[in-house]
């Protein structure tokens, strides 16, 4: 019986060591679901390093190893260690896909974007070769008939209290730092809204009442997702996604989305600066309106998480300390920010290197802790001392207490109050080893 293994890396911490915990608060869909498209005769294996270790001694055939972020430096070290030891290594996710040139480099395949072709395709080339070819680029163009993903691998693990569901894949947006217009071009693929609800209803049999709606942007489709709301409300479950933060501005369908369930939200509001927002290409979100829509969101119950980035031409010190009063003025549950990282592959980066403002191409400096570019407005090694202390600052104790125990409208829902609270202490954790704060 042929083997796969799929693997998906944890990150470093400043001191060098693997980042560990004791349980994966959101587990990824991307292997389990491949694992559905796994024919029966193949043996699947799972393991997620931030809880696991990785047995280098397996007797996979096949080594598949994921590239999430700043985990994929860790994911080449994997890699070179498989291929040591003679076994067949193959790279996949967003990272891979983006720099696949980089990546086809240190592995045998490397399988760009979408996988629900490629992948089947790879597992019959072993089987009839005993070998795979370097790449696989099969876009997809619809997302339907997609199987119920093997939850099992993720439950058999410790786990929070969320699982995950997809949606949608792509964007309709095209902005110039993101992987994901990057990949998709503005493309937004969704699944039958049946489909997704039968997911769900797999996450309820097995005993998880919340669940995580994987989808880059789901208000893009409002119609869809109303839709989907109200299939979703009979079932009586909670659940969190992520999406532009414009909902706010549609009443009737915010509501729609509140009463079906959802009671946490992640929106990239990027920057306080409206010229900063405009150089990334968003100019359709506005900095002067993010406190209305906030409190908007905040006042229908749904816990507010923003993710916001430093490091643009119209950055400064100052505007880095302002971002910290913003979060504050406005108790921001769930805050998370990032260092502007050109990835090579997107517009960005693609602008800076003819401009001559990179300041290196070893993708390993590419890790979100540290400034690879130069800003127009700020030194790069004063931008990397300002992203340390505009996290330190945030996950302070006593800004935690400002933002979360003293927000009137957390204390409206109790579960959400201790959920903030335990994010924010977790991403305290890892603010302290000098790591960017992430959810895993």
């Not at 390993?364 to 600052?393: A, Q, S």
Request: proline share 5%; net charge neutral; with cysteine.
């Amino acid at each position: 019986m042929p083997k796969i293994l799929f693997i998906q890396p944890t990150q470093y911490a400043e001191n060098g060591k693997l980042c560990k915990q004791t349980k994966i608060n959101l587990p990824g869909l991307a292997f389990p679901l491949l694992a559905a498209y796994t024919p029966s005769h193949w043996d699947v294996e799972l393991l997620i390093e931030v809880v696991d270790e990785i047995n280098f001694d397996t007797e996979a055939d096949i080594v598949a190893i994921g590239t999430m972020g700043h985990a994929t430096f860790r994911g080449l070290e994997i890699a070179a260690e498989f291929k040591k030891r003679g076994k067949i290594v193959v790279m996949g996710g967003y990272m891979a896909s983006i720099a696949y040139k980089e990546a086809m480099k240190h592995v045998d395949s490397v399988v760009i974007g979408d996988a629900e072709i490629s992948y089947p395709k790879m597992l019959q080339d072993y089987e009839e070769t005993g070998t795979v070819k370097q790449l696989y680029n099969y876009p997809i163009q619809e997302l339907k008939n997609l199987p119920v993903p093997r939850y099992e691998l993720l439950t058999q693990k410790k786990i929070g209290s969320m699982l995950p569901v997809q949606a949608g894949r792509g964007c309709t947006f095209t902005c110039s730092f993101c992987s994901i217009a990057c990949l998709y071009e503005g493309k937004y693929l969704f699944r039958p809204v049946d489909e997704v609800i039968r997911d769900i209803q797999e996450v309820k049999r097995l005993g998880f009442n919340r669940f995580y709606l994987i989808d880059d942007n789901i208000v893009s489709n409002p119609k869809y997702l109303r839709e989907l709301c109200e299939k979703i409300t009979p079932l009586k479950m909670k659940w969190a996604s992520q999406c532009a933060i414009h909902l706010a501005k549609n009443p009737e369908l915010l509501k729609i989305v509140r009463d079906s369930g959802c009671d946490l939200m992640s929106f990239g509001v990027e920057s306080i600066q409206q010229d900063a927002i405009d150089s990334l290409d968003k100019p359709w979100l506005k900095a002067n309106e993010h406190e209305s829509n906030i409190k908007i969101l905040a006042a229908s119950g749904i816990t507010v998480s923003t993710e916001m980035i430093v490091g643009t031409d119209f950055d400064t010190e100052k505007s880095i300390r302002d971002t910290y009063e913003f979060i504050n003025r406005n108790k921001i549950p769930i805050p998370r920010f990032y260092i502007l990282t050109p990835i090579p592959g997107t517009d960005l980066h693609t602008q800076l290197k003819e401009q001559g403002r990179m300041l290196t191409d070893d993708l390993r400096k590419f890790d979100g802790t540290r400034c690879v570019h130069i800003p127009n407005m700020i030194e790069p090694e004063k931008l990397t001392e300002m992203y340390w202390w505009l996290n330190n600052k945030v996950f302070s104790i006593k800004s935690i207490f400002h933002r979360v125990v003293l927000n009137k409208q957390l204390w409206k829902n109790p579960e959400m109050l201790l959920f903030s609270l335990g994010v924010n202490f977790h991403y305290r954790h890892y603010v302290k080893r000098k790591i960017t704060p992430n959810i895993f």
